[in-house]
């Protein structure tokens, strides 16, 4: 006998009716349908009871009478799941519907609040109702638009205001920092007992070099004429070997005495390449740890500018000296020269017609190509001059002969800064010369 069932099983027909019954429909109609699957459904399923139980008896395999039962009610239950589900997914989604509708109508009656009296009198009052029309719709969000960015632009304005507060608060505090270096350094100088080399001085642009700097270019033109005496009376040229020479020597005339550098180095670099890199190394703002806030006052292809300060620490007479330099270069065929000169005074001179003391610098430096091999390499020759020169008769002129111990601290200022100068670019020559030998190996 066999154990499947017939597609017309009166089952399938149960089923389907209980699919249709979790519908929802009108009460009478729902009573009624109800009404007749009920009468229809139970002579079938009678039947059908005991044709499944002579079946199972034949078969001598008994199902449990409840399984239809439960299974039955499983999908009933699913499918009112389901139902209950899409409800109110349906209800929410109305819901979403009016908030936004809502939402819209505020947005635009608080847009219509913002607007001036005179807008709203010049315009009709319905035009900032829910039901205006599209035009008005769009000219109120772009108003809206414009209201937002000026509020934001407000806003930004007041925070880079107070930003810049800020700024100018810092800056006059560190204004104010440096004004106080001068007195800071004296007592350091008393406390330590050492020399500070802390600056002193208004700004630097305060240090009006004018003046000096048309002296210092006619002095530049005398320089580059003396330059092969120069070179040949220090003995740098003589030799193409690496020579470092410090000489203290008197001049002749005031019988003051004076510094003299003179330095021989072979380069491994051929005169276009050595000659750019000597010049990037002038232009730069500080090249002695001694000068305080270089600046530079103009910078051509031949030609620096620079004005700076020079700061003496000295227990007996504390000085800060005003001075200018200026540096020029000359192209010849075979040999490319540098010359420069600078010029300091006391800072008590700086407006004066006449000077009682005047530290200066004079320098050369030369750059040739080396015989052996002129293409790939060259040699470095260098020469440099400090002095301190005293004008006596301006100083009795201007000073009288109650001035004689005031001609005593002139003279221990400019020994001190031709010692200071001396001592440091003594340094200086020898650092590059080693850096500049350690590369030619």
């Not at 009573?31 to 229809?40: L, P, V």
């Not at 349906?90 to 001036?116: C, F, I, N, P, Y």
Request: aromatic content about 6%; hydrophobic content about 35%; charged content about 25%.
């Amino acid at each position: 006998m066999s154990f499947l069932v017939n597609p017309s099983d009166p089952e399938t027909l149960v089923e389907a009716l209980a699919f249709v019954d979790g519908f929802d429909f009108p009460d009478n109609y729902s009573d009624k349908a109800s009404t007749s699957s009920d009468s229809g459904v139970e002579p079938a399923l009678e039947s059908h009871k005991r044709a499944r139980s002579d079946v199972t008896d034949d078969a001598d395999t008994i199902t449990p009478p409840d399984t239809h039962e439960k299974s039955k009610s499983r999908r009933k239950n699913a499918m009112y799941s389901a139902r209950l589900r899409a409800k109110k997914k349906s209800e929410m989604q109305t819901l979403k519907d009016q908030v936004t509708q809502l939402q819209m109508q505020l947005d635009r009656l608080k847009g219509a609040q913002s607007l001036s009296p005179a807008t709203v009198a010049g315009s009709s009052y319905s035009r900032l109702l829910p039901e205006s029309n599209t035009d008005s719709s769009f000219w109120l969000q772009k108003a809206v638009a414009q209201a937002y960015q000026r509020q934001q632009a407000e806003k930004l304005n007041a925070q880079l205001k107070m930003l810049l507060s800020k700024v100018i608060k810092r800056s006059k505090t560190m204004h104010d920092a440096f004004q106080n270096l001068h007195s800071l350094g004296c007592e350091i100088n008393v406390a330590v007992g050492a020399p500070s080399t802390i600056l002193a001085g208004t700004s630097l642009r305060s240090n009006d070099a004018t003046s000096q700097l048309g002296e210092l270019r006619e002095h530049l033109d005398g320089m580059y004429a003396r330059a092969s005496d120069v070179f040949a009376s220090s003995g740098a040229e003589a030799t193409d070997a690496a020579s470092f020479v410090s000489q203290v020597k008197h001049n002749p005339v005031s019988g003051r005495k004076f510094v003299q550098l003179s330095s021989s180095t072979p380069l491994a670099r051929g005169l276009d390449a050595a000659s750019r890199m000597i010049w990037q190394g002038m232009q730069l703002k500080g090249n002695k740890c001694s000068k305080y806030h270089v600046h530079r006052l103009h910078v051509n292809a031949s030609a620096i500018a620079k004005s700076f300060f020079l700061t003496l620490s000295d227990e007996a007479v504390p000085c800060t000296l005003h001075g200018a330099a200026t540096v020029r270069k000359f192209e010849e065929r075979d040999r490319i020269l540098y010359i420069w000169t600078a010029a300091m005074v006391p800072s008590t001179e700086k407006s004066r017609k006449s000077w009682l003391l005047r530290v200066r610098e004079e320098g050369w430096i030369m750059l040739s190509r080396s015989v052996e091999n002129p293409e790939e390499e060259s040699i470095l020759h260098t020469c440099y001059k400090v002095s301190s020169e005293l004008d006596e008769s301006a100083e009795l002129a201007d000073h009288g002969t109650a001035s004689i111990g005031c001609a005593y601290d002139y003279d221990r200022i400019g020994n001190g800064a031709v010692n200071l100068l001396s001592a440091e670019l003594r340094k200086f020559h020898e650092r590059v010369q080693g850096e500049l030998l350690a590369a030619a190996l």
